[in-house]
């Protein structure tokens, strides 16, 4: 019996402490999310300015003989001209000594991450940089390093429990790599994410540069990025671009990825000889499994390419026109890395100086059209801001790619024979009936219910409709 009391009792007191009014119930059910609603996955804000924009990696040290931001800016009119918006600096920071690699190191193995490397030049000669950059309509983000340190950064001796130690305790290098140069830091104390944070703050503060291209971000946890960000934008909207290919960098961190998974299914069709059925299947994830509204860089060249796996032509052939094309028109925001612009046929030194020739090339005339599309029209704007790509299908479905994209009336057609042999191809292309411009040679096409079109091996075709 006492039992019983003291369980009604309890059920009293809930029952009075929770509320049985149903009227007062309704309400709170009512604030309740619909468990079946569709919701965006990125809930993060992209700055407005990165909607239509393409991006351009700088190579500070090789980009001229003097290797200097200030004479990386007499190239600033040539970059704007050829219609690049966002500037992503290699690495800035002052280079670490102790076990260096060549003469003059790698630029990620970050000695001091409040310093500017003297070897580029002075922090007001950045800031003057960043400045003229801005004036040009044009942004910038530089590389940041939060993986790792060089061996003698301050860090290493006034905090030496913010890194990873082997089991004997030492420091060591980010496990399974060969980076012998730097050392790993250990993400799980809280020490190092706020000292990191309040360096990505200083530089946005100080420099008044637009956000960061995050190296190996994703070997640190994505809720320090998380809060990184929300930090950041509290001072300005920013540009965040993670080395990485995941669809949990985009919800709340990064607007952008890397595509690293087209590249190797351009490289396997092109040079490795195989059916366009790689590519098919990025687009398929692309379209379906990854976050509507995320951004991801597309590329044919990039340092880390260039440096250890050769260059442009080696990596792409006589696919490299055709793939330059694709990564531009597909979804995602292309990149173009120093050089590639002059016809770059080699892959630059890391570790030492190696200055690029600057030449007139065609590849410059290629990326200054492609991305004066990419500027007007809206089928090619990135995340939500473009239209997305829906399959056309054809005859030669193992040879020749074809799409449409299309957003508030504005619709382009590209039609990439990726072979290396001529194709004659019938489209199906029903649902694109009309009149459209090819944008590189200026000549009308119509396309009609079934069409028909030969194209010579890696002849591409883009399509605007009229």
């Not at 140069?181 to 503060?205: H, N, P, Q, S």
């Amino acid at each position: 019996m006492r039992k019983q009391h003291f369980f009604s009792f309890l059920l009293l007191a809930c029952l009075t402490a929770c509320g049985t009014d149903q009227q007062d119930s309704k309400p709170s059910q009512a604030k309740e999310s619909n468990p079946y609603a569709p919701k965006p996955y990125v809930e993060l804000k992209h700055p407005e300015w990165s909607k239509n924009a393409t991006i351009y990696e700088v190579n500070i040290r090789q980009y001229t003989p003097e290797g200097t931001f200030k004479a990386f800016e007499k190239h600033l009119p040539r970059l704007k001209a050829m219609g690049i918006d966002i500037l992503w600096l290699m690495p800035i920071n002052p280079i670490g000594k102790e076990k260096r690699k060549g003469k003059m190191g790698s630029y990620y193995s970050i000695q001091d991450y409040y310093g500017v490397n003297p070897e580029f030049g002075t922090l007001d000669e950045l800031k003057a940089l960043v400045k003229k950059i801005h004036g040009m309509g044009m942004y910038v983000i530089i590389d940041w390093v939060a993986n790792h340190s060089s061996w003698d950064n301050k860090l290493a001796k006034e905090h030496p429990d913010w890194y990873t130690k082997t089991p004997e305790g030492n420091f060591q290098p980010t496990p399974w790599y060969d980076w012998d140069d730097v050392i790993d830091f250990d993400y799980d104390k809280e020490g190092v994410r706020k000292y990191m944070t309040e360096a990505l703050k200083y530089w946005v503060k100080e420099a008044d540069i637009d956000g960061y291209r995050c190296d190996v971000a994703g070997f640190i946890p994505v809720d320090f990025w998380d809060n990184v960000r929300a930090e950041l934008d509290q001072i300005k909207p920013v540009f965040m671009l993670a080395e990485w290919e995941s669809r949990d960098m985009h919800k709340r961190a990064f607007d952008a990825t890397y595509a690293w998974s087209l590249w190797d299914k351009m490289h396997a069709t092109t040079v490795g000889k195989k059916s366009i059925a790689g590519l098919v299947e990025y687009m398929a994830h692309d379209v379906s499994s990854f976050p509507k509204n995320s951004y991801r860089m597309t590329f044919t060249d990039n340092h880390d390419k260039n440096s250890w796996e050769g260059n442009q032509y080696s990596n792409f052939g006589e696919g490299l026109e055709a793939s330059m094309v694709l990564c531009s028109v597909v979804n995602g925001m292309p990149l173009v890395y120093s050089g590639q612009e002059a016809g770059l046929d080699r892959s630059l030194a890391f570790f030492e100086k190696d200055s690029i020739v600057w030449k007139k090339h065609r590849n410059e005339e290629i990326y200054t059209k492609l991305f004066a599309l990419k500027h007007q029209n809206k089928a090619l704007w990135n995340g939500e801001h473009g239209g997305e790509m829906v399959r056309i299908y054809s005859d030669k479905m193992e040879q020749v790619l074809s799409f449409m994209r299309e957003k508030e009336g504005n619709r382009i057609v590209p039609i990439i024979n990726y072979s290396n042999k001529p194709a004659k191809v019938m489209l199906k292309t029903k649902y694109q009936v009309g009149k459209y411009k090819e944008w590189f040679s200026g000549k009308e096409i119509e396309l009609k219910e079934n069409t028909e079109l030969e194209l010579k091996a890696w002849e591409y075709l883009i399509l605007v409709k009229q």
